[in-house]
């Protein structure tokens, strides 16, 4: 497989990766929003603590696939 198809290959998962991650935080935050009256708050801290995670997450994902396009023009 060539250098450059391993990059896609890459660039496709951590795309994935990040769809995911995404979804997760949607998920999340919308549990957040309607539940949070009746949710224990050691609950809705931990959500908070994690959505911050995920986020800070998929923002250095971003970062990762936009490094790895920047090496295709290079090529």
């Known amino acids: ?21 995404l979804g997760l935080i949607f998920g999340m ?6 539940s949070y009256k009746l949710a224990d ?5 931990v959500t908070f603590i994690l959505i911050a995670i995920f986020v800070n997450f998929s923002i250095l994902l971003l970062k ?9 023009e290079e090529m």
């Open 29 to 34: 935050t919308g549990w957040l929003v309607s």
């Open 64 to 72: 990762y696939i936009l490094n790895k396009i920047e090496s295709l």
């Open 1 to 21: 497989m060539a250098k450059i198809d391993k990059i896609k290959e890459t660039i496709s998962l951590a795309k994935y990766a990040l769809g995911i991650l």
């Open 41 to 45: 708050s050691l609950l809705i801290v």
